[in-house]
Nanobody, 123 residues
């Protein structure tokens, strides 16, 4: 059974850094796009970053460009999200997702989801 498990969330002060991990299991996800989405309190789930399955092409939401970096280790079926210069508005539950996608920032394109990891940025 396919499973995505996030880890690495926590509480950090504004300006700090965190690294999120997503461990995928149950199938070989190396040819799947992997992505991070987030949902802040009272808001819809939104796209954060994605990385393609073969060429590791990346895409980012404008709000995180230059601060967040997505990467993957296909040999370990793992994807990472390095978050630097964190802001209070980055506070959210962060979800890992996988899918065979045509539009990397489209939530509906992803068929596999993790349970989420809480990230809280204090001011």
């Amino acid at each position: 059974q396919e499973q995505l498990v996030e880890s690495g969330g926590g509480l950090v002060q504004a300006g700090g850094s965190l690294r999120l991990f997503c461990a995928a299991s149950g199938r070989n996800f190396s040819n799947y796009a992997m992505a991070w989405f987030r949902r802040a309190p009272g808001k819809e789930r939104e796209f954060v970053a994605a990385i393609s399955g073969r060429l590791d092409i990346t895409a980012y939401a404008d709000s995180v460009k230059g601060r967040f970096t997505i990467s993957r280790d296909s040999t370990k079926n793992t994807v990472y999200l390095q978050m630097n210069s964190l802001k209070p508005e980055d506070t959210a539950v962060y979800y890992c997702a996988a899918g065979r996608v045509n539009v990397p920032d489209a939530l509906r394109e992803y068929g596999y989801w993790g349970q989420g990891a809480q990230v809280t940025v204090s001011s």
